[in-house]
């Protein structure tokens, strides 16, 4: 990986990052969880209120030591007070904070700062991780993950929570899980604020679309060429998440955010982080341009991840499928040239067959996936080779245009419970099962290099081999073109 290579953080669900845990049985819990804010010029302070009902004990927790590594998060929860109960705390990772000897049915007040920013001599070296998942509080600047700002219980029988600011920045803020209605008062749901980020910035712009009856935002803080790049984003957005939306059949009448926000000092190209109705790209604020090829990738990529999953043991359907669908869309959707599809997948051939892993089975890539450079990619390198592969299988038997749109439709209904055997039977209709049940566990199970025949490919191109490594070439233009639509 390139030190300005891309680094995909997958977008994970609300129940990943809580670490606490409810004790003593089930009974009712608070109606809600009320946290009040006050931004303090270096920190923000958080007075939270609950009534922890008839429990015998109830647990909260702070931060995720999974999140990029962090190992220092008991340090940045500073000046922690609790009235109405006793308490003990556990900091060994994650801060849990376990309440004992308090009334039942009577409030429980917790109230603590957050104060974090990067060290002054802090040098990334071509990493993002630390940028991505540590709050940076500042008089100029205001960037925050969810669940390194709210401390919250692992299960409550309510889900109830109203948050509150009493003092803001002075400069402009973005709250995702409010998205539209800036710091005002909010009542939602505990997992509408765990996976969200809140992020502030004199420069930071709010542009509002209105796709298909739903508002959503556009939120940039670009340090260069403002509105040229404001506009890029909007066009870019526009035309992709409609389109990508539509295709999944997402009827469902919310918001989504697309969040570009910079570094403070990080020259790494861009990162990205996926929440549950927004996606978050953090990017190098020297780049005149945010909007790059590579950065249209990522960008098109986490957004897919709203449709397609990424679990922990399937992660070639959710990055490999998905950064398939990735290069599809950018096609279909007039951002990128044809001729791109074919460099993405080039790119993909040529790191997969150059890696010490690339045979690795499975179940140890998906084991392993945070342990080595290469094994992280795997899933994305093989799972989208694979899915080419495919794609062309599919348009030999059904005789379509492309066969990537009749692979996904498929896989539609089996996408968020996907295993070995309803994959398989998902796409039988379009391909023998004996062979696809036969080559899955050789490609994917075993992960065995796939074995390419011209014959089967896509229309308008072929496979050659140059010192080991297969590269696609585009025979006939213009049968090439015709898999997308109106190309």
């Known amino acids: 990986m390139q030190k300005n290579k891309l680094f995909r953080v997958i977008g994970l669900s609300a129940a990943t990052f809580l670490t606490g845990a409810l004790a003593m049985g089930c009974a009712k819990t608070s109606d809600s969880f009320d946290y009040t804010l006050d931004w303090k010029g270096d920190r923000i302070a958080v007075d939270l209120k609950f009534n922890p009902g008839e429990l015998d004990t109830f647990s909260l927790s702070y931060g995720d030591p999974g999140a990029g590594g962090m190992t220092d998060i008991a340090t940045w929860l500073q ?7 006793n308490y003990n705390v556990d900091s060994v990772g994650a801060v849990v904070l376990t309440l004992y000897d308090f009334q039942h049915n ?3 007040n917790v109230r603590y700062e957050v104060k974090c920013t990067l060290p002054d001599d802090y040098a990334p070296k071509g990493t993002c991780l630390m940028d991505m998942f540590r709050p940076d509080i500042t008089d100029d600047m205001l960037y925050v993950n969810g669940f390194n700002l709210f401390m919250m219980p692992d299960e409550a029988e309510t889900d109830k929570v109203t948050v509150k600011w009493n003092s803001t920045p002075d400069y402009p803020v973005f709250c995702l899980y409010n998205p539209g209605n800036a710091t005002s008062s909010f009542s939602g749901k505990l997992t509408d604020i765990n996976g969200t980020v809140i992020v502030g910035d004199p420069l930071l712009t709010v542009d509002t679309l209105s796709l298909d009856g739903v508002d959503n935002y556009i939120v940039t803080a670009a340090r260069k060429n403002s509105e040229y790049n404001r506009d890029e984003l909007r066009k870019y957005f526009s035309a992709v998440f409609p389109k990508m939306r539509s295709f999944w059949g997402d009827t469902a009448s919310t918001s989504y955010s697309l969040i570009v926000f910079p570094f403070r000092n990080n020259t790494f190209e861009t990162s990205g982080n996926g929440f549950a109705n927004g996606f978050l790209a953090r990017y190098n604020s020297a780049a005149d341009t945010i909007f790059t090829d590579a950065r249209a990738e990522l960008f098109t990529h986490e957004i897919g991840h709203k449709w397609i999953s990424s679990d922990a043991y399937h992660r070639w359907f959710g990055e490999g499928f998905n950064d398939l669908q990735t290069a599809y869309m950018l096609v279909d959707c007039g951002v990128l040239p044809p001729s791109h599809f074919v460099e993405y997948l080039n790119r993909y051939f040529f790191n997969l067959y150059n890696s010490s892993l690339k045979n690795i089975d499975n179940k140890t890539a998906a084991e392993d996936f945070w342990n080595s450079h290469d094994n992280t990619w795997i899933p994305y390198w093989r799972g ?14 059904t ?3 492309y066969g990537y749109v009749d692979m996904m439709s498929a896989l539609k209904s089996v996408k968020d419970s996907l295993n070995r055997d309803n994959f398989i ?10 062979r696809l049940a036969a080559e899955f566990d050789r490609y994917i199970t075993n992960g065995e290099d796939v074995q390419f025949n011209d014959s089967e490919l896509p229309a308008g191109l072929k496979l050659v081999i ?22």
């Open 79 to 85: 000046n922690l007070e609790v009235t109405g109960a």
């Open 106 to 108: 009577k409030p429980v």
């Open 384 to 397: 989208m080779i694979y899915g080419f592969y495919l794609t062309g299988l599919v348009e030999k038997q």
């Open 399 to 401: 005789g379509s245009k």
């Open 425 to 434: 039977a998902a796409l039988a209709p379009l391909i023998d099962e004996s």
């Open 466 to 487: 140059t010192d080991g490594i297969p590269k696609l070439i585009i025979t006939d233009n213009e049968q090439y073109a015709s898999h997308w639509a109106g190309k």
